[in-house]
């Protein structure tokens, strides 16, 4: 399914690589670095599909997905634990859109009142997320993908 040295997106965790694939007496593990927080993660690899692990988005589908995105108007809960467990289930998911509209959704929330701190430490593992893949699909520092990313959420 992988290769070592292939770059993907971890559920929760952002951009990454394929470090090594290991051989034990169990099985084979996928070794997957995530280089913010230095995390390192082994994954058996007959389960890896179960774990949301997908390969990086194409430069395009990343700009044209945080762009539309950003033009959404989703539904916003006005209850913070159901609000709480929605964008979770979204983050949960690996997928660059569902990290994104937690930010959007957050991000709009935070305008018309102080975010809690469990949803501030969400908005930051999403724009993690969110950042990392840009930093890892355009090979930019993490000042320009902010700047990408507050444009894109703009248009």
């Known amino acids: ?3 070592t040295g292939q770059k993907i997106v971890y559920p929760m965790h952002g951009a990454g690589y394929i470090e ?9 593990y996928y070794i997957i670095r995530i280089p913010t927080g230095n995390v390192r993660i082994r994954i058996p690899k007959d389960r890896a599909a179960d774990t949301g ?3 990086l988005e194409e430069k395009i589908t990343v700009e044209e997905t945080i762009v539309r995105v950003g033009k959404s108007k989703p539904a916003l809960s006005e209850n913070w634990n159901q609000r ?3 964008n979770f289930s979204r983050l949960k998911t690996g997928k660059l859109e ?3 509209e937690v930010i959007k959704l957050l991000c709009e929330q935070e305008r018309k009142k102080k975010l809690s701190s469990v949803e501030c430490r969400l908005l930051g593992i999403a724009r993690q ?3 990392s893949e840009i930093i890892s699909v355009y090979e930019i520092n993490s000042e320009k ?3 990408l990313l507050a444009n894109w959420l703009e248009n």
């Open 1 to 3: 399914m992988f290769q």
């Open 20 to 28: 090594d694939i290991e051989g034990t007496e169990e099985g084979e």
């Open 53 to 55: 692990i997908r390969v």
């Open 84 to 86: 709480y467990k929605e």
């Open 98 to 100: 569902q990290a994104t």
């Open 129 to 131: 997320i969110v950042l």
């Open 145 to 147: 993908a902010e700047e």
